[in-house]
């Protein structure tokens, strides 16, 4: 009997520990900021850590300056619907969702608490925002969208005698589609042209990539999973035709790609952190533009782009995250 | 805990609640372990939500997401009845299945639905704040989907049902099609998951491929939760049950959700909101016994 009443007594004070500790005290100048993502794997974990790091270099310290609580949906989207309503009702000074279904979530929980999201690649899609420009309302952030200014100028600076960029891509993906225009808008800006290639499935790879021998003096290939796990079969002829590759993602280097340049997500929470900042001295959330990540990590392949023929310039290998295929 | 997460936590717990009525209706009433929720739930928010992209009116399109669900049910039901897979192996292939449905019928792995018109948006702006409207206009539609399944249980095909799954044998013996029930239990099961999954969908303003994983042990907890707070022998008094246990379970991930206040990290949750639920479902045993051993003594 003792033992129940120690067992009530227990969940009773578990019920009412929470409201009780809830209200701390808190310090004149310390602002509060509530962190939650749908998962924990590392590059979600390093983007927390990164938003973390850049509010310490803006003057917010953990434990002195800065509250940070953090929620991990663990995969489950119902519980992120509630954790979203947990910081709705806690009323932090930030919310900083990380990847789409948290943001959504945030997004619908409350139309007043600043939010700044992370890791949504396509925020105008995702409802988030209605123009990255102007995002309105409470709420900006930071995509994640493939940095294709930065492939466009890696592909020039490797290539500079380039003329046209092939592109591989399934018409069914609308990710590609995006990625796809935006390639099309970086390559007219530097003055090259877009040669497209659809690949409605995994075998019309290689006649597609087959399709631009001699039309385009590059491939690249977007976050197109068609295209991606066909991936053996376009290098496979890029590497006959002496035709190089380029790869959004970096993963695809160590299977053949010549060169891309990727997320270091540390970084990305670290230029999300500076939003973070820039709200909490004050500034409109409507009024931020939405940034565009920045890519840091920038993977080669020397090896298969000599089987392509090409030669990596040696400024590129040197400034290289990581060199792969020796 | 903070008003809005109270309300958030009863809002989500009532659209859940259909999910435990359907698990009920399957797994209590026709005894048929039924995976398929998993699948028939982010169905239903999937169809739901490309219907009300290409704007049609959010009724139909929770209408249609029933109906998408209880078709979902039909397909397992066929696998067990027709072709005699086991049903716990019907369900699971079907809900696999799903998942692949679910990425064609949406073209991508999500939809955003913050800028649609729902089911809600006439409820807004009344007076009442939105986290009070939500659990409001939910828990009215789970009122009228109790009244109704209580009355159809009590009908002469609902008692056939309950017949089928406690003695299928002795039911065809009576005369019962237990094919038919089986059919119709399931695909009434899951259009009710579907019905869920639409509702999700609109009041957190997305679909998602991944909303499905775990729905079967929520809507079973729920059920079990709810068996344990209100034991009872009607039918519909089992049905509010499902309801209760629906936003207990909810209240628990709440709790859950403060934990750090008492030193437990956020990666623990699952953890404590299985301790919160086993707990409660301890309690009762525990004072029961207590009580025998009161008597005794005496």
Known sequence: MSFTRLLCAAVALAAFAAPIAAPVPALAQSKTVAI???????????????????????????????????????????????????????????????????AQAVAAATRDIPVVFTAVT???????????????????????????????????????????IGVLYNPGEPNSVVLVKALKDEAAKSGLGVVEASVPKSSDAQPAVRSLVGKADAVYIPLDNTVVSALESVIAVGQQAKLPVFSADTDSVARGAVASIGFDYFQVGKQTGAIVARVLKGEKPGDIPVTLAKGTDLFVNPKSAAAMGVTLPDAVVKRATKVVGQ | M?????????????????????????????????????????????????????GVNPWLASLAAALAGAAAGLVTATLNVRFKILHLLASILTMIALFSVNLRVMGRPNVALLMQDTVLTPFYGLGVPDHIVRPLVVGAIVAVVVLLLAR???????????????????????????????????????????????????????????????????????????????????????????????????LAVQLALSADAIGLQASDLNLVTAVLVAVALILPRLKAKASRTTRAAR
């Open chain 2, 152 to 250: 159809f249980l009590a009908s002469e095909f609902g008692l056939a049902m309950r017949a089928t799954g406690v003695n299928a044998r002795m039911a065809r013996a009576q005369g019962v099609d237990t094919d038919a029930h089986v059919y119709a239990g399931i695909a009434l099961s899951n259009g009710l998951t579907g019905l869920a999954g639409a509702l999700f969908a609109q009041t957190n303003g997305f679909a998602d491929v991944t909303t499905g994983i775990g729905t079967i042990v929520v809507g079973l907890a729920a059920v079990i939760v709810g068996e344990t707070v209100l034991p009872a022998r009607a039918l519909a008094l089992a049905l509010v049950g499902c309801v209760a246990g629906s936003i207990l379970y909810r």
């Open chain 1, 122 to 164: 396509d925020p105008v899609s995702a409802q988030m925002v209605k123009s990255m420009d102007k995002p309105g309302a409470n709420i900006t952030g930071l995509s994640d969208m493939a940095p294709v200014a930065e492939h466009v100028a890696l592909i020039r600076e490797i290539l500079p005698q380039a003329k046209r």
């Open chain 1, 36 to 102: 939650t993502a749908i998962v924990q794997h590392p590059a979600l974990d390093a983007t927390r850590d990164g938003v973390v790091e850049a509010l310490k270099e803006a003057g917010y310290v953990q434990g002195q300056t800065l509250k940070v609580e953090y929620q991990s949906a663990q995969g489950n989207p119902a519980t992120a619907a509630q954790i979203a309503r947990q910081f709705a009702g806690s009323r932090p000074d930030v919310i900083v969702p990380i990847s789409t279904p948290s």
């Open chain 2, 2 to 54: 903070t008003e809005i997460a109270l309300f958030g936590a009863i809002e989500i717990g009532l659209v859940y609640a259909l999910v435990a009525i359907g698990v009920y209706l399957s797994f209590r009433i026709l005894d048929f372990p039924d995976l398929t929720v998993d699948g028939s739930f982010p169905l239903g928010a999937a169809v739901c939500a490309v219907l009300l992209i290409t």
